[in-house]
């Protein structure tokens, strides 16, 4: 990328709206409680067909994610038309709705599957901390609220946007729950890692979504922050940070991913690693194989759940 020419990376499209976003999304809160998922439907399809309209780079970001997805998983027997990238875009207004609902404290428990969860309750009762690694895939919303059934799961979440923040504060707000706390992020400082590193000392575990760049990455340093993989079959770059992370604290990475099928959501905890000390010589190898492991485990699950995930912004060309 020529960094003399406007990126078109997420981390550096212009928000838009300021105060407009953050009072449309109490509006939509406000809606849900008044009229349920209904009344919240019909704000939110008319707002989402006018960005799939006129938004033209989350239309293209989604076209060419299907186009990626259908080429190596060809019997899945997709077709990266604009009616499919509108079932995309559907899928996105849907997992907006759950999280409203997630957030709400209106699951029920008997409609969510969790794979894995023994391997998370024993890392609990042993008071172990960590990293999660989560994905713009499925709801991981419904992951944060479950926390609220396991008061000693204190969840970190490392945000990278002030909206994405707002949006946050405003759910986790009505679920007043205390085991979650959210973290506003451009990049990670000595600091920063120095607080971060004893909130896992102490038990608590990271949560940080590992498959967008980092914010500054349109720089002449991208390389350095970012670990070539491949993904979907073709040459992507994921962030360096988590894996970096979890090697200097020496702390198990989990995977927790959410996705809702016919029968319910369905949460996915994986370990991707435990803690180990790696000698400086081996340390570039392990961070390449441990985002490369999670390269593979996303692939797995875009698989199972083709339209819900939900980076819209064109990921490889960051690579390109």
Same mark, same amino acid.
Request: with cysteine; glycine share 4%.
């Given at each position: 990328? /020529? !960094?003399?020419?406007?990126?078109?990376?997420?981390?550096?499209?212009? &928000?838009?709206?300021?105060?407009?976003?953050?009072?449309?999304?109490?509006?939509?809160?406000?809606?849900?409680?008044? *009229?349920?998922? !209904?009344?919240?439907?019909?704000?939110?399809?008319?707002?989402?067909?006018?960005?799939?309209?006129?938004?033209? +780079? $989350?239309?293209?970001?989604?076209?060419?994610?299907?186009?990626?997805?259908?080429?190596?998983? !060809?019997?899945?027997?997709?077709?990266?038309?604009?009616?499919?990238?509108?079932?995309?875009?559907?899928?996105? $207004? %849907?997992?907006?709705? %759950?999280?409203?609902?997630?957030?709400?404290?209106?699951?029920?428990?008997?409609?969510?599957?969790?794979? *894995?969860?023994?391997? @998370?309750? &024993?890392?609990?009762?042993?008071?172990?901390?960590?990293?999660?690694?989560?994905?713009? +895939?499925?709801?991981?919303?419904?992951?944060?609220?479950?926390?609220?059934?396991?008061?000693?799961?204190?969840?970190?979440?490392?945000?990278?946007?002030?909206?994405?923040?707002?949006?946050?504060?405003?759910?986790?707000?009505?679920?007043?729950?205390?085991?979650?706390?959210?973290?506003?992020?451009?990049?990670?400082?000595?600091? #920063?890692?120095?607080?971060?590193?004893?909130?896992?000392?102490?038990?608590?575990? #990271?949560?940080?979504?590992?498959?967008?760049?980092?914010?500054?990455?349109?720089?002449?340093?991208?390389?350095?922050?970012?670990?070539?993989? /491949?993904?979907?079959?073709?040459?992507?770059? +994921?962030?360096?940070?988590?894996?970096?992370?979890?090697? @200097? @604290?020496?702390?198990?990475?989990?995977?927790?991913?959410?996705?809702?099928?016919?029968?319910?959501?369905?949460?996915?905890? &994986?370990? #991707?690693?435990?803690?180990?000390?790696?000698?400086?010589?081996?340390?570039?190898?392990?961070?390449?194989?441990?985002?490369?492991?999670?390269? %593979?485990?996303?692939?797995?699950?875009?698989?199972?759940?083709?339209?819900?995930?939900?980076?819209?912004?064109?990921?490889?060309?960051?690579?390109?």
């Amino acid at each position: 990328m /020529n !960094p003399s020419q406007p990126s078109t990376a997420w981390s550096v499209q212009k &928000e838009r709206g300021g105060q407009i976003a953050y009072w449309g999304m109490k509006l939509m809160l406000h809606a849900y409680a008044l *009229g349920g998922r !209904p009344l919240f439907a019909l704000i939110l399809y008319p707002v989402l067909a006018w960005f799939f309209i006129f938004g033209r +780079l $989350a239309r293209q970001a989604s076209q060419q994610y299907l186009q990626k997805l259908a080429q190596f998983a !060809p019997q899945l027997h997709l077709r990266a038309t604009y009616w499919l990238s509108w079932r995309h875009f559907l899928s996105f $207004a %849907d997992t907006i709705l %759950d999280k409203f609902h997630a957030w709400s404290n209106d699951i029920d428990h008997a409609q969510v599957h969790c794979l *894995g969860r023994e391997m @998370m309750l &024993e890392r609990l009762t042993q008071g172990q901390g960590g990293i999660m690694l989560t994905a713009h +895939l499925g709801n991981t919303e419904a992951m944060q609220a479950l926390s609220k059934a396991n008061e000693s799961l204190r969840l970190n979440i490392l945000v990278h946007t002030q909206h994405a923040e707002q949006f946050n504060r405003i759910l986790a707000a009505r679920a007043q729950t205390r085991t979650i706390r959210l973290i506003q992020v451009e990049d990670i400082n000595a600091a #920063l890692a120095a607080e971060l590193s004893e909130r896992v000392e102490r038990g608590e575990w #990271l949560v940080i979504a590992a498959d967008r760049v980092p914010v500054h990455s349109t720089n002449t340093t991208a390389t350095a922050r970012t670990l070539d993989v /491949n993904f979907l079959g073709q040459p992507a770059r +994921l962030p360096l940070g988590p894996h970096l992370l979890a090697l @200097m @604290m020496q702390c198990p990475l989990v995977l927790a991913v959410c996705l809702k099928q016919s029968d319910g959501l369905h949460l996915y905890f &994986e370990t #991707l690693s435990e803690p180990e000390i790696v000698p400086r010589q081996q340390r570039e190898a392990w961070l390449n194989q441990s985002a490369q492991r999670y390269a %593979d485990r996303l692939t797995h699950y875009c698989q199972l759940a083709p339209l819900q995930w939900f980076n819209f912004y064109p990921f490889w060309s960051e690579h390109e």
